[in-house]
């Protein structure tokens, strides 16, 4: 049998960080495609990216909810 391996702490365990920080730099690269010359492509990948960070916020804060109801397909350890 393998051994267990120990809990995350909290503070790694949460997605919410890594999520804003993602979105933010999203939103630095749409800024500078703005203020620049570039293809038009560039923008629109800018635009998805930010558009997914925001679809991480929405499933993170669902599966957070969802463990504090106890729902049986929630995440475990996110409370």
């Given amino acids: 049998m393998l051994p ?4 995350l702490p909290r503070g790694l365990a949460d997605p919410r960080p890594v999520i804003a920080v993602g ?5 630095v ?19 998805v990216g930010v558009l997914l960070g925001f679809v991480g916020f929405t499933v993170s804060h669902l599966q957070r ?3 504090q109801r106890g729902a049986k397909g929630a995440q ?3 409370l």
């Fill in 65 to 67: 909810h969802a463990a």
């Fill in 76 to 78: 475990r350890g996110l």
């Fill in 29 to 47: 690269a749409a800024l500078v495609w703005y203020l620049s010359d570039a293809p038009a492509t560039w923008g629109w990948t800018c635009a």
């Fill in 23 to 27: 979105t933010l730099a999203w939103l």
């Fill in 4 to 7: 267990v391996p120990p809990a």
